[in-house]
Each structure stands twice: as C-alpha cells, then as structure tokens.
C-alpha cells in the first residue's frame, strides 16, 4: 500500500512539473496598447465639429450654382489620405468643369481651415 500511495504521489508531482514546463514554453500574450490618444480619424471628427467644415462647403456649392445634397461623405486615415464624397441633384451628368470648380472650392476651404488635402469625389445623386 505504501509503494502505491508513493507512486501515485510521484505521478501528481510529474504532472504538475509537466504543466508547468508548458505553461512556461507558451509564448507572452502580445501587450495592448491602452494608450488614451485618440486617433487621427478623432482629432479630425472634433476639426470638422469646430470650424463647420461641412456647412462651409454645402454653403460654398450653393454659391457657386450647384445643388449639393445636404450631407457630405468623408473617408478619413491619415492626413495623407482624406477623401471628401459630395453628391449634387439634378442633371444627367456631372462635367469635369463642375468637378474641377467644386475641387477647388473644396481645397480652398481647406486651406483656410487647415483641414490638409482631400481627393474630391463628385457624384450625381439619381433621384428614384
């Protein structure tokens, strides 16, 4: 009885000498940022809040003779790629005149508030 209650002890202690190689070989969980910085993508959400970024350029269309709808998209990663959707009623067609006039409206405003460069995209909003 002794020999088996000394061998059963010894198997417990083999296994848990063996977990606890195993435990030891896995490789560390990769650490997670838990910095509080906000994103670029944040700091630009607060920059369009701030200055009215979006009113100035559904505003500035207006002006300029087109009829913008009254939301504008944004695709925003990095300052080096900001890209700015605006969709305009009415037409069959959007010419390149329009879209260069409203590209350059849009980079305008831009500058003026700092917002960096965008890619402009102009589209037609087809009415169902």
Do not use: C
Request: glycine share 4%.
């Amino acid at each position: 009885m002794k020999r088996l209650l000394q061998g059963f002890f010894l198997l417990m202690y083999a296994i848990v000498v063996i977990s606890w190689l195993i435990v030891e070989k896995q490789p560390s969980p990769i650490p997670v940022s838990t910095s509080n910085s906000p994103t670029y993508a944040e700091e630009f959400s607060e920059k369009l809040q701030v200055t009215n970024f979006t009113q100035k350029i559904i505003q500035a269309v207006r002006k300029a003779g087109y009829s913008p709808d009254s939301t504008v998209g944004y695709l925003v990663d990095s300052p080096n790629h900001q890209i700015i959707t605006i969709q305009l009623h009415g037409g069959s067609e959007i010419e390149k005149s329009t879209e260069s006039e409203i590209q350059s409206i849009i980079h305008e405003l831009a500058k003026e508030d700092n917002m960096g460069a965008f890619i402009v995209n102009v589209e037609l909003l087809e009415i169902k």
